[in-house]
């Protein structure tokens, strides 16, 4: 089994930026890509984005191109998901989420282990 553990959500102004962490822990393979997604209430949840084992490639959402970027320490093994340019629209609970080998998937049911979520709000 694989613990994930995030912080950084909160409260910002329309505009503003945030930067999530979420750390792996535990058993999984030394190949994994890590991910976040977002579930607004109401909705299904949301792909965001992925990053492959090696850091070497990501795969973005068209939705949050050009605003979020997600970047990965191998040492700590843990994911980023920085926010900038946020809109009210971004308002969700996000979760990060691993997968045992390739990166390229969008899918929720790709995935094999999830944080607990972290709320992020934007107010206008």
């Known amino acids: 089994q694989v613990q994930l553990v995030e912080s950084g959500g909160g409260l910002v102004q329309a505009g503003g930026s945030l930067r999530l962490s979420c750390a792996a822990s535990g058993r999984t393979s030394s190949r994994y890509a890590m991910g976040w997604f977002r579930q607004a209430p109401g909705k299904e949840r949301e792909f965001v984005g992925v990053?492959?084992?090696?850091?070497?490639?990501?795969y973005m959402a068209e939705s949050v191109k050009g605003r979020f970027t997600i970047s990965r320490d191998n040492a700590k093994n843990t994911v980023y998901l920085q926010m900038n340019s946020l809109k009210p629209e971004d308002t969700a609970v996000y979760y990060c989420?691993?997968?045992?080998?390739?990166?390229?998937?969008?899918?929720?049911?790709?995935?094999?282990?999830w944080g607990q979520g972290t709320q992020v709000t934007v107010s206008s």
């Open positions: 990053i492959s084992w090696s850091g070497g490639s990501t």
């Open positions: 989420a691993v997968r045992n080998g390739g990166y390229y998937y969008n899918a929720p049911e790709e995935y094999n282990y």
